[in-house]
């Protein structure tokens, strides 16, 4: 099939993108874009030309695989194809049905009117791509929504429904059938002629305010966290109101450019495919074929038992929540409600979403109200004997075909299995907190469980829009196995000379959503002393835990919940505390440790470095399948740095060899578990990558 197919509705071309599955504007398709539109506009016949997409994509925007590519700049750009039609002598107008991303709304930006489907979503989100629209986004958009709006829409990323992307002024009009009204439309323009172009339109920026939009500024750029493109997009922004649309273009096109070539780019183009990929599991049924889960138990209404009910209940999916005492279940119930209520007052979701979704979600003590559920999580606190006597009750009371997954994040599957008379339908769905918010879900495989329970994990975990990556069954399984190093190293960092300050600096510097210690004060340490306890007596003969949180809880510090911790706090705000260095200047002269400077690059190699060296270990056990799982794992569960691309691919970067030098380093100072990769080891001296392991 051609790429573009054209039909005629009188006088009317409509030109129909034709690219599965989203129409990225490849070279092929430019090709066949740029040829119907010279057809049809050389066409006597042809009095206005509609272009359109599939259902589910107008355009996902540019070939994101043929970025660094003879391919990418190949004639038509998109540039020129926006030229033509910008410039055509006929009207020409978007009929626009699911997405408009990128690329693909810069296009329809050009067209001289857009009318979109009530369900499409329109947006620019190359920045999530490490990118700025780089065909007039940043030129066309501010003079449909103004300047500093447009800077907020193309910053932010997120693509807009139609509804608010016509309040905006980017759709024109919002049809049922978008490509009838759009024929519609292009009649009537043809007959009383084509609006300005946008590009051509002032009224939005004619008052361009030069100071506001630099007092706006750093509202604009605060969540960049070291992210490249939005201070460069802000650039662009200023560009677009500032000079002729010719020169601003040329200008957008620079920058593009010096992105496209970056290291953040690549980064986060591996981060998108790493996550698509991470869908793929070898051997698991396609999530189309899987049963579908029509209905959800979830065993405990605490914090997390309450968030994840949310999540289904918010892809319209019933949930029956058990706890064991009625007030429970209703101090559970106005946690939700609560929440909920708090995104409406944002105006972050509808009232309307939040009465749907409160009705899905029902309470009982009685676990025969679980009969009747495809799916029961388990959502108690960590505590193997619990978690088995739960498991041994749902085995009776649920349908033999009911899947029993559970939240634990760090207990090992098969003895929870072993609890049932079904293994091969026990499986971990590990959330992470808050559940309603964070993207990750960790599918954890027990030694029985069936390809199928896979399957149906992951088929519902596109429906509940979280990211799912297969992990094995070990203690902590990807991400939290991972994690005890990084905050171990960090204690061990402040007994031998660093702050809490420069820790956390130089994690935040890197670009963490917040530094360790930090999080730490904010969870609370009291309640780790007790894992700590154990730990410290299971741990290798050659190891030592740091006591530094011990000496915290002592002095009565515990965390923010206590107003002081590794800082002290006023409000939320976090100071630097004299008391804290105290203390840990005591814990190290007690150690005989001597304590010195340390640099910020060896705080940050010794923090990280360990990562991907667990990392690696977990990949050579088949804990992880790939190196993109575990990348996939920490930048949608642990706040790391989409623009690092997550710790395996930024080992890569900074040199797989000085990953295992360092791993070397530490193995000597904390103990064997710390020792480099064999694989690792292998995969530098062979100077190879992970995808060549
Ligand atoms: C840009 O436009 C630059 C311009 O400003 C300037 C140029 C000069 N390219 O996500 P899905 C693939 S930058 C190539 O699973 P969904 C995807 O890999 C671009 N491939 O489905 C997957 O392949 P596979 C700006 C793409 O329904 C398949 O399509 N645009 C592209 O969950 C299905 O995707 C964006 O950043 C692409 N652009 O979500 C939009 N898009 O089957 C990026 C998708 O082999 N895309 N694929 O695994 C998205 O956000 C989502 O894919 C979308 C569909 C919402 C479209």
Same mark, same amino acid.
């Given at each position: 099939m051609p790429s573009v197919t054209r039909t005629t509705e009188g006088k009317i071309a409509v030109l129909t993108m034709n690219a599965p599955p989203?129409?990225?504007?490849?070279?092929?398709?430019?090709?066949?874009?740029?040829?119907?539109?010279?057809?049809?506009?050389?066409?006597?016949?042809?009095?206005?030309?509609?272009?359109?997409?599939?259902?589910?994509?107008?355009?996902?925007?540019?070939?994101?695989?043929?970025?660094?590519?003879d391919k990418a700049v190949a004639e038509p750009r998109l540039k020129t194809l926006e030229s033509m039609i910008e410039g055509a002598n006929k009207p020409v107008?978007?009929?626009?049905?699911?997405?408009?991303?990128?690329?693909?709304?810069?296009?329809?930006?050009?067209?001289?009117?857009?009318?979109?489907?009530?369900?499409?979503?329109?947006?620019?989100?190359?920045?999530?791509?490490?990118?700025?629209?780089?065909?007039?986004?940043?030129?066309?958009?501010?003079?449909?929504?103004?300047?500093i709006r447009a800077a907020e829409i193309i910053i932010?990323? =997120?693509?807009?429904?139609?509804?608010?992307?016509?309040? &905006?002024?980017? &759709?024109?009009?919002?049809?049922?059938?978008?490509?009838? &009204?759009?024929?519609?439309?292009?009649?009537?323009?043809?007959?009383?002629?084509?609006?300005?172009?946008?590009?051509?339109?002032?009224?939005?920026?004619?008052?361009?305010?030069?100071?506001?939009?630099?007092?706006?500024?750093?509202?604009?750029?605060? =969540?960049?966290?070291?992210?490249?493109?939005?201070?460069?997009?802000?650039?662009?922004?200023?560009?677009?109101?500032?000079?002729?649309?010719?020169?601003?273009?040329?200008?957008?096109e620079e920058a593009f450019k010096e992105l496209v070539t970056g290291s953040q780019h690549r980064a986060l183009k591996h981060v998108f495919f790493a996550e698509r990929q991470a869908r793929k599991v070898p051997g698991v049924p396609d999530p189309k074929e899987a049963a579908e889960i029509a209905s959800v138990g979830i065993i405990g209404s605490g914090l997390m038992g309450g968030g994840i009910a949310m999540v289904f209940a918010n892809a319209g999916i019933p949930v029956t929540i058990i706890d064991v005492a009625e007030d429970s279940l209703a101090k559970g119930r106005r946690m939700i409600e609560t929440n909920y209520q708090r995104s409406v007052d944002r105006g972050s979701i509808p009232q309307e979403k939040m009465d749907r979704s409160l009705y899905l979600i029902t309470g009982t003590t009685d676990y025969e109200g679980l009969g009747e559920t495809d799916l029961v999580i388990e959502a108690v606190f960590e505590n193997m004997e619990l978690k088995q006597d739960i498991f041994g009750r749902l085995d009776q009371v649920t349908r033999p075909e009911a899947i029993l997954a559970s939240n634990t994040s760090s207990l090992d599957i098969d003895q929870i299995a072993s609890a049932t008379s079904r293994p091969e339908k026990v499986i971990g769905a590990h959330f992470f907190s808050p559940a309603n918010v964070m993207k990750l879900l960790e599918v954890v495989k027990g030694t029985k469980t069936s390809p199928e329970t896979i399957g149906a994990i992951f088929a519902i975990a596109q429906r509940i829009a979280k990211v799912p990556v297969l992990a094995g069954n070990c203690d902590g399984f990807i991400g939290n196995r991972m994690l005890q190093y990084y905050t171990a190293e960090a204690e061990y960092l402040l007994e031998e000379g660093a702050t809490p300050e420069q820790v956390d600096r130089v994690a935040e510097g890197f670009g963490m959503a917040m530094g360790p210690l930090a999080m730490r004060d904010l969870s609370g340490m009291d309640t780790s002393i007790r894992i700590r306890e154990i730990r410290r007596k299971t741990m290798p003969a050659d190891e030592r835990m740091a006591e530094v949180v011990e000496r915290l809880v002592e002095?009565?510090?515990?965390?923010? =919940?206590?107003?002081?911790?590794?800082?002290?706090?006023?409000?939320? =705000?976090?100071?630097?505390?004299?008391?804290?260095?105290?203390i840990i200047e005591e814990l190290s002269a007690s150690l005989g440790i001597e304590r010195r400077e340390i640099p910020d690059e060896e705080v940050r190699d010794r923090l990280f470095m360990p990562l991907v060296n667990e990392g690696a270990k977990e990949l050579e056990e088949g804990i992880a399948l790939r190196a993109g799982d575990i990348d996939t794992v920490w930048v949608n569960g642990y706040g790391f740095p989409a623009h690092r691309g997550g710790p395996m691919f930024w080992g890569q970067e900074v040199g797989l060899d000085r990953v295992a030098a360092t791993a070397e380093r530490l193995a000597e100072k904390n103990g064997q578990r710390w020792a480099p990769s064999q694989l690792m080891v292998r995969l530098a001296t062979e100077g190879k990558s992970w995808d060549q392991a």
């Open positions: 989203v129409n990225a504007l490849g070279t092929d398709l430019r090709a066949g874009i740029g040829e119907e539109f010279a057809l049809a506009l050389n066409d006597p016949e042809i009095s206005a030309i509609v272009l359109t997409g599939s259902d589910r994509a107008f355009s996902a925007g540019a070939d994101v695989r043929e970025f660094g590519t107008v978007a009929a626009i049905s699911g997405v408009a991303l990128g690329g693909g709304l810069e296009l329809a930006l050009s067209c001289h009117a857009r009318v979109a489907a009530p369900t499409a979503r329109l947006g620019l989100p190359e920045v999530n791509l490490g990118l700025l629209p780089g065909a007039g986004g940043t030129v066309r958009l501010p003079r449909l929504v103004g300047a932010a990323g =997120k693509p807009l429904p139609a509804a608010a992307a016509h309040e &905006a002024g980017i &759709a024109d009009e919002i049809a049922e059938d978008p490509v009838a &009204a759009a024929v519609t439309l292009a009649t009537e323009l043809a007959i009383k002629g084509k609006p300005t172009p946008v590009i051509e339109r002032e009224d939005k920026i004619a008052d361009f305010d030069t100071d506001a939009f630099e007092a706006a500024r750093p509202g604009l750029l605060k =969540k960049s966290r070291g992210a490249l493109a939005p201070a460069r997009i802000a650039d662009c922004v200023f560009a677009a109101c500032t000079r002729p649309p010719q020169e601003a273009l040329a200008f957008e002095a009565g510090r515990i965390g923010q =919940k206590s107003g002081k911790g590794y800082y002290r706090y006023e409000g939320r =705000k976090r100071i630097p505390d004299p008391e804290t260095t105290r």
